[in-house]
């Protein structure tokens, strides 16, 4: 092995720019910072305090971390259900367990994709207030889910 060959990954390792290098403009360090930040939860701007993320100085780009991006959309959803009154998701779980229906049959009720139900149940995604007063029809008026179940027909 000669000492070029050796050296030659190092060297261009040394050239790479650091991670933590803002990949918007490439001028600055991103640094951890605290504040509000504003996600879309089905189309509407949501302001979420106290969120952390990392920043850039110079140019004001903002990058989160799987977990941060987990917990922020989760804060968001929340804020978006208080704001809208909207169910929690173990009650739209009790709904289809009060009727004895699958993520699956109930998407296809109310003429949804496959997984937009399970993905209401984990708090990864909020129901439309639309679809919230559908969920609390089934849930309160008995009529609702044969009516339902004649229109999928
Ligand atoms: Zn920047």
């Known amino acids: 092995m000669t000492s070029s060959s050796y050296h030659g990954p190092e060297r261009r390792l040394a050239r790479r720019p650091p991670d933590d290098e803002c990949p918007s403009c490439g001028r600055a ?16 701007a949501m302001r979420v305090p106290g969120c952390s993320y990392m920043l850039c100085p110079v140019c004001g780009e903002t ?34 367990d009060q009727h004895d229906l699958t993520q699956a049959a109930l998407a296809k009720l109310l003429r949804l994709g496959t997984n937009t139900i399970s993905r209401w149940e984990a708090g990864r995604n909020v129901q439309s207030a639309a679809m919230d007063v559908l969920l ?18």
């Open 29 to 44: 360090i991103m640094k951890p910072h605290t504040g509000a930040l504003t996600l879309p939860v089905n189309g509407e």
């Open 63 to 96: 990058l989160t971390d799987l977990d941060q991006t987990y917990d922020l959309f989760a804060r968001a959803h929340a804020l978006y259900r208080a704001k809208h009154d909207l169910l929690p998701p173990e009650e739209i779980r009790a709904i289809r």
């Open 136 to 153: 609390r029809l089934i849930r309160d008026v008995p009529a609702t889910l044969a009516f339902l179940r004649r229109r999928a027909a």
